[in-house]
C-alpha cells in the first residue's frame, strides 16, 4: 500500500452515551480502518486512552459491563463537587500502567476547561490519570481538580468533541463520535441528570458551530439514554457499532482516494 492519510479519532463528552465510543472503535477495528490518533473529551478521554494504550476492546467492554458504581464513585459531603475522583484516577492508573500521555503506543491529547480562565486545556504529556481525571471532572458532580495552579474541569464545557485538537495534532482525515443526542425522551430523575442536562444543551449550542472541521461524523442514535444510565452499556456499544457501520464506506472512500488527491497536488 502506498502513501495514506494519517487518521484522527476525535471522541466526546456525553457522561455515560460515551460507552458508545467502545462500539465505533470496535467496528473500525473489524473493518481494518487504522487509527493513527486520538483526542478526547471528558468520558471520550477515557476511552480514548485506554485504547491508545492497546487495551482490548472486548476487556474494555467487559469491564464496562461489570463494573459497579462503588468501585469508580467514591461521594463526598459536597463541597466543590459530590465525587472526590480518587477511585476513577486509580483505575486509569492501574488500565493505562501509571503512563504519561508521551509514553502511549498512539499521539493522544485529553482535553479539560481552566475553570477559571475559562479556556481549553489539552494535555498531550504527562501523568494519563491526572489528565483523564481533569477532563471527567462534570462541573458539580466532580470535585474539580487543581493542577499546577489550575482549577481544572470537564473538557466538554469548552470543547464537546475535539476536532481541533485532533486537526492541531496532524490529522489528515478527522472522524468525529458525538454521542449527544440533538434531543432528548430520558427521564431527568436527580441532580446529576439535571447537571448533565443542562451541559448538553449548553454544549450542543456551542458545538453547532465546530462540526464542519470533521470529515466524518459518526452520530449514535442514544435520545432515550441518559448521561447518568451506566447499567444500558450493552446498549451503548451496539448503538455506537450500528452508527460507524453506516459510515465505513465512507470513511474506507476518503482514505482509498487521498493518495490521489494527494499526488495530483490535491
Known sequence: MGERPRVGLALGSGGARGLAHIGVLKVLRAEGIPVDLVAGSSIGSLVGVMFANG???????KLA?????????????PRRGFVTGAKVKEMVRLLTHGKNLEELPLP????????????RVVFRSGPIDIAVRASISIPGIFEPVIHEGRTLVDGGVIDRIPITVVKEMGADVIIAVDVVPRTTTAKIDHIFDVITQTLSVMEREILNQRLLGADVLIHPDLTEISPTAFTRVEECIRRGEEAAIIQVKRIKSMIGDWGGKNKHGG
Do not use: F, N, P, S
Not at 55 to 61: K, S
Not at 65 to 77: E, Y
Not at 108 to 119: I, Q, R
Open 65 to 77: 459491563i461489570h463494573l459497579k458504581r462503588k468501585h469508580w464513585l467514591d461521594l463526598t459531603v
Open 108 to 119: 493522544t491529547a485529553v482535553v479539560a476547561t481552566d475553570l477559571v480562565k475559562g479556556e
Open 55 to 61: 487495551v482490548d476492546l472486548e476487556m474494555m467492554e
